[in-house]
């Protein structure tokens, strides 16, 4: 019996990673994802509580943020990420985007088709 893990990673889905106030709670973090499912610039998020260490204005900083992971296509990234941008209560945020390999089903979930 051949298993589907044996298939070679046929297609590519994008993601965008970015992290928000950990001040914010799950419920808030969870309305803000859902808000980029409904506009399908998205077709999955994973969020998770995190500690942040770094550097701002000088100060050496440490935060408790939710990392988000958000999984597009490549025609969608630039609109999300426009999105994000807009709506980020940071002034710099973090903002980062990566294409990786997927298995076509799931590239085509992600598609929505």
Not at 29 to 40: E, F, L, M, N, R
Request: net charge negative; hydrophobic share 30%; with cysteine.
């Amino acid at each position: 019996m051949e298993s589907d893990l044996a298939e070679p990673m046929a297609d590519t889905v994008y993601i965008i990673q970015t992290t928000l106030s950990g001040g914010l709670n799950e419920a808030e973090v969870g309305y803000w994802a859902q808000s980029i499912i409904d506009t399908k610039l998205a077709g999955c998020i994973n969020s998770r509580k995190i500690t942040s260490i770094f550097r701002w204005q000088g100060e050496i900083q440490s935060k408790q943020e939710w990392q988000v992971q958000i999984k597009t296509t490549k025609k969608l990234k630039d609109e999300l990420i426009s999105k994000i941008k807009s709506e980020h209560s940071y002034d710099n945020p973090e903002i980062l985007c990566w294409p990786t390999d997927s298995t076509k089903e799931y590239s085509d979930w992600i598609k929505g088709d």
